[in-house]
């Protein structure tokens, strides 16, 4: 079935440098990818996203790049802030084999900024 | 445009008992999912629903777990006969448009079964 694959598990990185999370996806039917921030005990929220028509695109310190031959794209976050501490989750969404729809969510990535 | 409306927040139950979960969309959204998370865990799949339609339940339980989005009204996930193994996190997201949109998710309802 489809799968959606997340790297790292956790991620500490100091004030200011940067932080890169990666995905690798199954179907390639896919073709619209998500990235949510959830912060301790509140509900995922849509930070940036990526169509499977464009390689790069960039909101100000947070960047997702895309690759479509090798199913993966990736979140960066740039001059990371102890507020970038979150749960970061990758998304993977089109239509499938079935031919219905879902998004399929990596297993997250626990960044920890520290000051 | 209120945002995805989720009640309760928290919700109590004793094994056996009956937990029903509701889950209004955005305005204008008809497209519903439901998911699952454990405690330092992630997103897992339950069921994708339209108005009226199951597009999808494969990651649901076959037993005592079912889903619904009535033509009025919020969707529902009901869990029959409650198990300590069912606490969780429960969210559900809405997209106008199915996959390929973006998903907008509720705050969660966290189920505890006592």
């Known amino acids: 079935g489809e799968n959606v694959e997340q790297h790292p598990s956790t991620l500490s990185v100091q004030e200011g440098d940067s932080a890169v999370i990666k995905c690798t996806y199954s179907?390639?039917?896919?073709?619209?990818f998500p990235w949510y921030k959830q912060e301790l005990g509140k509900r995922p929220q849509l930070i940036i996203d990526?169509?499977?028509?464009?390689g790069e695109k960039k909101d100000q310190r947070i960047a997702v790049t895309l690759n479509k031959t090798a199913k993966h794209f990736s979140l960066h976050i740039t001059e990371t802030q102890p507020e970038d501490s979150a749960v970061y989750f990758c998304a993977a969404s089109g239509v499938n084999t079935s031919g219905t729809y879902k998004y399929i969510f990596g297993t997250g990535t626990r960044l920890k900024v520290l000051a | 445009n209120a945002g995805v409306m989720q009640n309760p927040r928290h919700l109590v139950r004793r094994r056996g008992q009956e937990a029903r979960l509701r889950c209004s969309p955005m305005k204008g959204h008809s497209h519903v999912y439901w998911y699952r998370q454990l405690p330092e865990e992630g997103l897992k799949f339950m069921v994708y629903l339209q108005k009226e339609n199951i597009i999808d339940e494969s990651g649901m339980p076959k037993e005592r777990f079912s889903a619904e989005f009535p033509k009025e009204g919020p969707s529902i996930l009901r869990i029959q006969q409650v198990v300590r193994g069912d606490s969780a996190a429960y969210f559900c997201a809405s997209s106008p448009l199915g996959a390929g949109t973006e998903a907008f998710f509720g705050q969660g309802t966290r189920l505890t079964v006592v």
């Open positions: 990526i169509r499977s028509n464009v």
């Open positions: 179907d390639s039917a896919s073709n619209y």
